[in-house]
């Protein structure tokens, strides 16, 4: 059985920035180690002529259209936004 | 007033002046507010949204024609969002703390969809924390009781959507689904609900679980009602790459419908056996040729799942540093540290080739056997859980036995395909029971076409949890 260890935990929590109990460390342990053991079952399959999967749309780089388009509004050569001050004091 | 139980119902009641969409938020809120302490549906009950909508909608039934319908195709119908779609303006928290206090800036492309057609927001309801769970138990608000029966899991992650459904707190839910979370629930709760196909729904908003898997959907009472909402929620949003506006297979009327073997495990319930016998029995009296399948590869597909799963998340959750929204990872709940660590952990140096690499390639083994099987037949036929739907509390300090309440929706999530929650009837002890049809890639129409004739064929009846 593939098993987790105490400094195994540790390692990836802080990896993951997890600050854990001591507690929660041998909680971890003693449930992941049994998952682990579990998801190792994989090891029985053959899966040397297959590529693995990523994601199942088939899609490849999809981009926009590169357009040029005209920026902000302009006037004597300055942007024109939106005011923010409204109010004068 | 009687709540409508369909959205034709909701309507034809507008329409004819039977009550008036003001009248419906109050009939829905008073709902909410007698029963929601109990079942714990609602995190955020959105009353000033809801009844703003109403107005809007009452104004618009005093001027519109006959048309208002396809301007308006959810007209009037009450919807619920899980709590992992953002709202502009209202507490978003994915059913955890670190977001108890979040307010997003802007809303996910579903909401806004289903704002635009018409539908009426009552409020945001309970989820497992981060959609992570089978049982609705891992939200840190608290577990979500199934309506039909009180002390049992609506199942999950989409605990509250469905609960919403069945006890009519909400006419429609939205909800997600990465490995089983709007069919399970769907499922325990006796309503309907649609995984669509991966990339067919906008995820624009919504808090990312496992990115290659997640999938938007919604929780109905009826298949045409599943329909009707998909319409308006699927389709490109510009915000999503993975979202194109793909062209759906047409429904057929008659139809061969697989039965993969492998489904039909030992641990499989009795009492659901005999019912999905039932319903293949239906679909066989309605002229459908039924055929035996196989899917060999189904029993690696939980094994391999939980580790992309658990890989995927480790990443997206990586993002809630407290730094710049929500709370310190200090407030991630025990599920969530399981995952990031063991995600963590199959993704770290010396271990990705054995774990992750190896699962993406069981991946794409599933793959070609849903692509092989889907050359046989038109769509297949499986049970959603191998079990009723459980007490609380039963199973949550075993994880990997919750993990394997997965078992017969991770493999069709691994291909991305599409799959459709349908209840047939009750269990001895009063729990809902029901099936999944499954079909190639964007074959939603199928499935919802299908789905309808069954309803038809056994004169289902679209019901109400008494509360």
């Not at chain 1, 079952?41 to 999809?62: A, C, F, K, R």
């Not at chain 2, 208002?68 to 119908?77: A, F, H, T, W």
């Not at chain 2, 959750?317 to 730094?323: F, H, K, M, Q």
Request: a positive charge.
């Amino acid at each position: 059985m593939r098993s987790l260890t105490r400094d195994d935990v540790l390692h990836v929590a802080k990896l993951a920035k997890l600050d854990l109990t001591n507690e929660e460390v041998a909680r971890f342990q003693r449930q992941l180690s049994k998952i682990v053991d579990y998801i190792s079952q994989l090891s029985e399959i053959d899966t040397s002529s297959l590529e693995p999967t990523s994601q199942t749309t088939g899609l490849e780089n999809v981009f926009r259209k590169d357009e040029v388009k005209p920026s902000s509004y302009t006037r004597n050569g300055y942007f024109v936004v939106n005011a923010i001050l409204d109010k004068k004091s | 007033m009687d709540l409508p139980l369909t959205i034709k119902d909701t309507q034809d009641g507008l329409i004819n002046k039977k009550f008036s969409a003001v009248e419906l938020v109050d009939s829905y809120l008073a709902r909410i507010t007698k029963y929601n302490k109990e079942l714990n549906i609602f995190l955020t009950v959105t009353e000033n949204e809801a009844y703003k909508k109403a107005k809007e909608i009452d104004k618009i039934l005093g001027y519109k024609d006959t048309k208002i319908l396809s301007d308006y195709p959810l007209l009037g119908v009450t919807v619920a969002y899980k709590d992992l779609f953002l709202t502009k303006g209202i507490r978003t928290t994915a059913g955890s703390n670190v977001l108890k206090d979040y307010i997003p800036t802007y809303s996910a492309t579903v909401v806004n969809k289903l704002k635009k057609a018409g539908a009426i927001m009552l409020g945001k309801v309970n989820c497992d924390a981060w959609a992570q769970g089978s049982s609705g138990e891992n939200s840190d608000f608290g577990p979500t009781q199934n309506p039909w029966k009180k002390g049992y899991v609506p199942g999950g992650t989409s605990s509250g959507s469905a609960a919403s459904v069945a006890g009519n707190l909400s006419q429609i839910a939205s909800g997600t689904d990465t490995g089983g979370s709007i069919r399970q629930p769907a499922n325990f709760c006796g309503v309907v609900g649609i995984k669509p196909t991966y990339g067919a729904v906008s995820r624009y908003g919504v808090v990312a679980a496992v990115s290659s898997f997640d999938s938007i959907g919604c929780l109905t009472r009826t298949s045409y009602d599943s329909q009707a909402v998909f319409d308006v929620i699927k389709g490109s949003d510009g915000f999503d790459s993975n979202v194109r506006d793909f062209n759906y297979l047409k429904p057929k009327n008659k139809l061969t419908i697989g039965i993969p073997k492998e489904y039909f495990i030992s641990g499989l319930d009795k009492e659901i056996e005999k019912s999905l016998q039932q319903s293949v029995n239906s679909l066989e009296k309605m002229g459908m040729k039924m055929k035996e399948i196989s899917l060999k590869t189904t029993k690696y597909a939980v094994p391999a799942y939980y580790i992309i799963n658990t890989a995927e998340y480790s990443s997206n959750l990586g993002r809630y540093d407290g730094i710049r929204y929500g709370e310190s990872r200090k407030e991630f709940g025990q599920e969530a540290r399981r995952r990031i660590i063991l995600g963590s952990y199959v993704l770290s140096a010396g271990y990705y080739d054995a774990f992750y690499l190896k699962a993406q390639k069981v991946r794409s083994r599933i793959i070609n056997e849903f692509n092989q099987a889907f050359e046989e037949v038109d769509v297949m036929i499986a049970p959603v859980s191998p079990f009723l739907p459980f007490k609380i509390g039963e199973k949550i300090n075993d994880p990997l036995k919750m993990y394997l309440a997965d078992v017969f929706t991770v493999a069709p999530s691994m291909a991305g395909i599409p799959g459709l929650s349908i209840p047939s009837g009750f269990s001895k002890s009063g729990l809902p029971m029901g099936f999944q049809l499954m079909g190639p890639r964007f074959s939603e129409y199928s499935l919802f076409s299908l789905g309808e004739m069954f309803e038809k064929a056994t004169d289902y009846k679209p019901n109400v949890a008494k509360l």
